[in-house]
């Protein structure tokens, strides 16, 4: 019987969180096997050992969790205009061109204030 709240994703996810139990176990009953009280290097040793398994462990995980993300090359799409024949491409680009000339041509009031110093 499966319970109501099952899902596959969730099943993996324990196994995977599982193995990596296993995996930290199997280091620190090696360890104990080989411990030698008040030998300093062998903790160090060890400590670091059981450090690179965690990052390592870390790492997979965070592997895990940005398997579905895609890195782009971040360039930006070419601008399209929705027109359907050669007369509006010709009345956008008109229209475009006086667009720019207007925004281009300073006003009165601009040069004004340019002149006068507050």
């Known amino acids: 019987m499966m319970p109501a709240f099952f899902k596959e994703e969730k099943l993996d996810k324990f196994y995977r969180h599982w193995s990596h139990r296993l995996g930290l176990e199997n280091i620190k009953i090696k360890q104990a096997i080989t411990y030698r009280p008040g030998d300093k290097e062998q903790y160090r040793k060890n400590k670091e050992e059981i450090e690179a398994y965690l990052l390592s462990v870390q790492e997979a995980e965070m592997a895990e969790t940005l398997k ?10 070419p601008e399209k205009y929705w027109t359907s024949n050669k007369k509006e491409d010709e009345q956008y680009f008109k229209y475009f061109q006086a667009l720019q000339e207007y925004k281009n041509t300073p006003t009165e009031f601009s040069q004004s204030l340019k002149q006068s110093k507050f």
């Open 68 to 77: 579905d993300v895609y890195v782009t090359d971040h360039q930006p799409k």
